[in-house]
């Protein structure tokens, strides 16, 4: 990860740390692009962590992926293979139709520790998608 980057975020965090309203966290989120990894794909998938709270009690907290085919050959098989893996590991959305095409899928989680958990997870995901299949052995 980009050092710079981060050390502007902590930079941040100083600045507003013990100032009150009418300061609060809005929604920060990091995100991890990949190619896709698909036979007769091209694109992009962004596995991404949003943290939410504007005007909020508590932070909420969530994560996101995010599929972007440039190029498919079959999509009618490949498009519900993909939605079933994400939702068998909790995530819920679309494949999203017009002028943009693509897949936006979402799971929420009750507290930091599952959203650390899951970061895990997609750093997995950006080496092997869940919906790649295994070869054979």
Known sequence: ?????????????????????????????????TRLQEPGFEGIVIYKVHTLGWEERRLRFHASVTIWPRRQRPKHVWYPRVRQALTRHGYRGEWRRGRWHFGDFWKRFENLRALKAEVRTLELWCEQAPWRRRPCV
Not at 8 to 19: K, Y
């Open 1 to 33: 990860m980009r050092r710079r980057e981060f050390a502007t975020l902590v930079s941040l965090v100083r600045l507003f740390e013990g100032r009150s309203r009418p300061w609060q966290v809005g929604n920060a989120g990091f995100e991890a692009r």
